[in-house]
């Protein structure tokens, strides 16, 4: 999320700062054939072990998001969620990486055409709670924010995507998310990826919005998260 990588690097940066957030806007991420295309499955794959080999391994700086790599007595516990993609794709790709690299068994759960948009449809930050506390994990990896391409539902109205409120609702439900994420003493550290890139016009119109929105939530969190 704030900036971008064309290729993951075989050497892990040493510092937090060094990787202010990953996103994967940008990536060519196109359905072919009913397969992905090979530039995204690897790349994007990359970019994740990156950015999570940053949580993993990087050494304590003066910045409080340095607990993001507090170093356990034990191997770390891992969960995934987000929508289909965590689910079918690249959930099982980053469980064989995150198995074969640090032999770590991570968890993951994948809700087709789910994210913040559409609580009605499915609500994640009223389940995230029950998710954390059945799986009680050290880091959660987060892919949300590809279906959220459309209005805002709420409790009693929708909130259409020119509507200025727009950005701010979908803000604060960003955040909402990471407060859960992270729990109370914000002892649970956070990847956060943006939405893939597809070529609809309305992913191209909102992709970068909800890509700096994510970005910014992240800025204002006040836990550890990427």
Not at 109 to 134: C, I, Q, T, Y
Not at 169 to 190: C, E, H, N, P
């Amino acid at each position: 999320i704030g900036r971008h990588i064309d290729a993951p690097s075989t050497e892990l940066p040493h510092q937090v700062g060094q990787l202010e957030a990953v996103s994967t806007w940008g990536q060519q991420a196109w359905w072919r054939e009913g397969r992905l295309a090979g530039r995204w499955s690897h790349g994007l794959l990359g970019l994740i072990v990156l950015c999570l080999g940053v949580v993993m391994t990087a050494h304590a700086s003066a910045s409080p998001r340095s607990e993001i790599c507090r170093r356990l007595d034990r191997t770390p516990r891992v969960y995934l969620l987000g929508s289909s993609t965590m689910g079918s794709v690249l959930g099982p790709m980053l469980q064989t990486h995150l198995q074969k690299t640090w032999g770590i068994k991570a968890k993951r759960w994948g809700k087709a055409s789910s994210g913040l948009a559409r609580p009605d449809f499915h609500d994640w930050p009223a389940e995230v709670p029950n998710l954390m506390r059945r799986h009680r994990p050290d880091y959660i990896v987060v892919s949300l924010g590809t279906n959220d391409h459309q209005a805002l539902k709420t409790k009693k109205s929708w909130i259409k995507t020119k509507n200025p409120r727009w950005l701010k609702t979908y803000k604060q439900r960003v955040l909402i998310m990471l407060r859960r994420l992270s729990g109370r003493d914000r002892r649970r550290a956070i990847v956060w990826l943006g939405p893939t890139n597809f070529e609809a016009s309305n992913a191209r119109a909102l992709g970068p919005r909800i890509n700096r929105l994510i970005r910014e939530a992240i800025e204002e969190f006040d836990g550890p998260a990427v």
